[in-house]
Structures are given as C-alpha cells and as structure tokens.
C-alpha cells in the first residue's frame, strides 16, 4: 500500500525573531509564509510564547486572515493561550512544553504526567472544532496518554535524533530512529495522526519522510536559515523535494 501524502508545514518563529532584533516591521513573517506557501509548503506553524519572543498577537491575527494555508498554532497549556486559540481557532493546536528561560522546545510533552491538567485544555480545542496536536518524545506510555486524551495527532520531537545526526555519534542515532519507527507504528495502531518536528534538515529529513505512518513534517529553524544563502523558495523547494524522494 503507498504510504500516505506527506504534508510539509513551515514554521515562520524564526522570521520573527530577525524582525524583533531591531524592533521594527521587516522581516515579515507574514510574507514569509507567503512565500513559503507559492514553494509547496502544506500548512504554516507558529509558536506563540508566553514571552511574546518572535511570533506576536499580531502575527497570529494576520496569519488567520491571510493565510489560506492551515495554520497550526504552537502553545503551552496555560489559560490565556486556550482564550486565544478559541478566539483565532486555527486549524490545529499543538500543545508543547515551554520554559522561558530556553532557548527552544527542550523535549516533548509529559502527557502522561499532566493528564489531569491537559485534559480541560484538548477537550476544550476538540469541542472548538480545532484539530488537538501533542508535541511529544517517542515513547510508548507518552502515545497512550495522548489517546486517552483523545487527541488528534501526537508530533515526534525529532531532536534526539537530529542532534545525533550532527554530533556524528551513530549509535545514538541508530537507537533514537529506532525509538521513532517503533513510536510511529504504535501511535498510527491506535488511530493518531503521526507528525515529526524539531531540527529537521536536508541531512535528516529523509529518513522521517521514510516512515509511512508520519503525514506532516513541521519544519523551521533550519529553512528560513537556509534561506539567507539560497533564498526561502529554493529552501522550501529543496525540502520538498527531499522528503518526495524518501517517500515510500
């Protein structure tokens, strides 16, 4: 059987955060998604912090008004993200971790530890009509939670492997594409939809794309840095090309 279509969301944060080091209007991450989206991006995703670093309220609204593309929207599970999610109801929520002090997402989502307090939080988004994502490690009592929760979609913290790949230690690498397949497979068995994200590459990207069970890769850091030397429609082309390539 062919292996669904494989869905490229492009993450825009980072955009932002080039704007926000000078205070001012440029770059514009709204043309940025633009952009990416006349490239053959899928969907556009943006993480609305707490601290407000890189994607602004502002941001958000442009993004639900004009951009035709599914918008998923990144945020922790705190009462005044819910307000906003139910006020913008992009196409997905995706609910991660966050520490202010760091400088990215750290790792997945203890779903299983905080069942009791996401649990107001996804039935919340599902009664909304808004798509509920859990941005988690791949580990099996970490998928059961989120089926229980009743989510949508669980997305698979690719770090681990990613920063493996770059650190050029191959057996961490074998043992953290091993935890992904594995987790992959038991999430797709339990009917979640399996997404990947976080420090994909064109050097990593092929072997996520190569499994049948993801549909979307979200993507970002690396393409609007591989942008400034050949621009965010080649970036963005690339990419798709290279996970078309590794689809089975």
Same mark, same amino acid.
């Given at each position: 059987?062919?292996?669904?279509?494989?869905? %490229?969301? @492009?993450? !825009?944060? #980072?955009?932002? +955060? !080039?704007?926000?080091?000078? /205070? /001012?209007?440029?770059?514009?991450?709204?043309r940025a998604a633009m952009l990416a989206a006349q490239a053959g991006a899928d969907g556009i995703t943006a993480h609305l912090r707490e601290d407000r670093r890189h994607i602004s309220d502002a941001d958000l609204l442009r993004l639900s008004r004009e951009i035709?593309?599914? %918008?998923?929207?990144? =945020?922790?599970? +705190?009462?005044?993200?819910? $307000? !906003?999610? %139910?006020?913008?109801?992009? #196409?997905? @929520? =995706?609910?991660?971790?966050?520490?202010? $002090? $760091?400088? +990215? +997402?750290e790792g997945g989502l203890d779903v299983a530890g905080q069942h009791n307090h996401l649990k107001h939080y996804t039935a919340r988004l599902r009664d909304a009509g808004i798509r509920v994502s859990l941005f988690i490690n791949p580990d099996e009592r970490q998928i059961i939670a989120a089926r229980d929760l009743q989510a949508d979609i669980v997305e698979l913290h690719a770090g681990g492997y990613c920063d493996a790949v770059l650190e050029g230690n191959l057996k961490k690498a074998e043992a953290e594409l091993a935890? #992904?397949?594995?987790?992959?497979?038991?999430?797709?068995?339990?009917? %979640? $939809? @399996?997404?990947? /994200?976080?420090? !994909?590459s064109f050097d990593t990207v092929g072997v996520f794309a190569a499994m049948p069970q993801v549909v979307e890769l979200n993507i970002g850091h690396f393409l609007i840095g591989e942008a400034i030397f050949i621009g965010l429609h080649e970036a963005v082309t690339r990419m798709r090309r290279l996970m078309d390539e590794a689809r089975p």
């Open positions: 059987m062919r292996a669904p279509y494989l869905r %490229l969301g @492009v993450n !825009i944060d #980072h955009v932002a +955060t !080039i704007r926000n080091a000078r /205070g /001012g209007p440029y770059p514009d991450p709204i035709e593309l599914p %918008l998923n929207m990144e =945020c922790a599970a +705190t009462p005044e993200m819910l $307000e !906003i999610a %139910l006020r913008h109801r992009p #196409h997905a @929520v =995706c609910l991660v971790p966050e520490k202010r $002090e $760091e400088k +990215t +997402t935890a #992904h397949q594995k987790a992959a497979r038991s999430a797709a068995a339990l009917g %979640l $939809e @399996v997404h990947a /994200g976080h420090g !994909i």
